[in-house]
């Protein structure tokens, strides 16, 4: 892991901008002197207001763009402007109990949380770009470490991605361009309410704050920090115990 601060973060690029994490790191973006956003999002209505928030608030120039990952033909996405930051913080735990009989909604979560985003990612870590200083965020989960009955379908989209995420990192080693992997416990949002407790739940903005501290940061790490030791023990709990999980 090399940590560095590297220069201000002036454009940024975010994909699920409408997540509960995204618009906390535009919000902390902006008050550190970030003035480009272009905000993809498959809920447009809830993006324009994210949007007027940030032209409002702190005079940014803002595009947004409707995105959605299950769409049934794969994308081939063209970026006609280069962004100091790429932030893909898009997914859904979908319905994980339906899944293990519909061969659809598992799909659907494999789509939203991996295959969906590979064009996207492809279209970023071009040849071209990662030559160029830069940085690209992408939150994967603590659930890629270990399959668990509960969300197997989400854990496996999530392990691909970190997987995926992996080999780009290790393809702009010695690039100017940084690739960070972000395999987030829980963070508190409407997709984490009722299904995780409080206590293990960090907010949005002390995690857009911790990045933050070192925005060009290279590598795989866990956040919040606290998950780190968790998940050395859940990887390591006998069959039967995780079994429970």
């Known amino acids: 892991m090399t940590n560095t601060t590297g220069p201000t973060i002036r454009s940024a690029w975010v994909l699920g901008s409408t997540s509960t994490v995204a618009i906390a790191i535009c919000r902390a973006l902006a008050e550190r002197g970030c003035r480009r956003f272009h905000l993809l999002a498959r809920n447009l209505e809830r993006n324009q207001t994210l949007a007027r928030e940030l032209r409002d608030r702190f005079g940014a120039e803002v595009s947004c763009e409707a995105v959605d990952l299950l769409a049934p033909q794969p994308l081939q996405p063209q970026f006609g402007e280069v962004f100091d930051l790429y932030l893909v913080a898009a997914g859904s735990l979908g319905d994980a109990e339906r899944a293990r009989s519909d061969a659809a909604e598992a799909q659907e979560i494999t789509q939203a949380n991996y295959t969906g985003l590979i064009p996207w990612l492809t279209a970023i870590v071009s040849p071209e770009r990662i030559q160029q200083p830069g940085a690209l965020w992408v ?31 290790l393809r702009c080693h010695g690039m100017p361009f940084a690739v960070r992997i972000l395999k987030a416990g829980f963070i508190a949002s409407p997709m984490t309410e009722g299904k995780a407790p ?48």
């Open 139 to 169: 939150f994967s989960s603590v659930a890629a470490d270990r399959g668990r009955p509960s969300n197997y379908h989400y854990g496996a989209a999530k392990a691909g991605l970190l997987r995926f995420c992996e080999g780009l990192l």
């Open 198 to 245: 409080p206590a293990l739940c960090a907010s949005p903005e002390q995690i857009a704050a911790d990045l933050l501290r070192r925005p060009f940061r290279r590598g795989i790490e866990t956040i919040p920090w606290w998950w780190r030791p968790l998940m050395a023990v859940v990887r390591r709990l006998p069959a039967g115990v995780a079994a429970k999980l």
